[in-house]
């Protein structure tokens, strides 16, 4: 019991710092000024701190429902202190996958590589005569979209 106690408050630290972590890394705010590679960095450590407190949590609320059922099925056990598993026990599984689901996204999501290689996209207006197909015309007969009469469409 003592333990699950523990790794609950360990939890909690580390939901608090990845909460934090990731305030500090959106790109939004100011503390880190425009250095986007430093904030992709506490973006990816707030998403382990998430990952890190999702395990705690159900590594203490698992642990603790075994030992609810343990203790029920006990037959030296007397009939007053035995416990069920509860509400709580159902919110901690639903919060540490909600966790663990977190901390993963902002993992992924995160940007630890800088910008220089990213080379940029040459942007072209389209002109009034270019024509989007899907496919080229290969037949000589087929008609453009510029042949057709605005009123051709229905």
Same mark, same amino acid.
């Given at each position: 019991?003592?333990?699950?106690? @523990?790794?609950?408050?360990?939890?909690?630290?580390?939901?608090?710092?990845?909460?934090? @972590?990731?305030?500090?890394?959106?790109? +939004?705010? *100011?503390? @880190?000024?425009?250095?986007?590679?430093?904030?992709? *960095?506490?973006?990816?450590?707030?998403?382990?701190?998430?990952?890190?407190?999702?395990? +705690?949590?159900?590594?203490?609320?698992?642990? #603790?429902?075994?030992?609810?059922?343990?203790?029920?099925?006990?037959?030296?056990?007397?009939?007053?202190? *035995?416990?069920?598993?509860?509400?709580?026990?159902?919110?901690?599984?639903?919060?540490?996958?909600?966790?663990? +689901?977190?901390?993963? +996204?902002?993992?992924?999501?995160?940007?630890?590589?800088?910008?220089?290689?990213?080379?940029?996209?040459?942007?072209?207006?389209?002109?009034?005569?270019?024509? #989007?197909?899907?496919?080229?015309?290969?037949?000589?007969?087929?008609?453009?979209?510029?042949? #057709?009469?605005?009123?051709? #469409?229905?």
């Amino acid at each position: 019991m003592q333990a699950s106690r @523990a790794l609950m408050i360990a939890a909690i630290l580390f939901g608090a710092l990845g909460i934090l @972590a990731t305030l500090v890394g959106m790109k +939004c705010s *100011k503390v @880190a000024g425009e250095n986007y590679n430093l904030k992709g *960095k506490m973006s990816g450590m707030g998403g382990v701190f998430f990952l890190l407190q999702g395990m +705690c949590t159900m590594i203490a609320v698992s642990w #603790y429902a075994v030992n609810i059922t343990q203790d029920f099925f006990n037959p030296l056990n007397p009939v007053n202190p *035995k416990f069920d598993i509860g509400d709580g026990l159902f919110f901690g599984w639903a919060s540490g996958t909600v966790a663990i +689901c977190a901390g993963s +996204c902002l993992i992924c999501a995160c940007r630890f590589q800088s910008d220089e290689k990213k080379l940029p996209y040459p942007y072209q207006p389209p002109t009034r005569e270019t024509v #989007y197909s899907s496919a080229q015309q290969s037949h000589p007969s087929a008609l453009t979209p510029s042949q #057709y009469g605005r009123n051709a #469409y229905v």
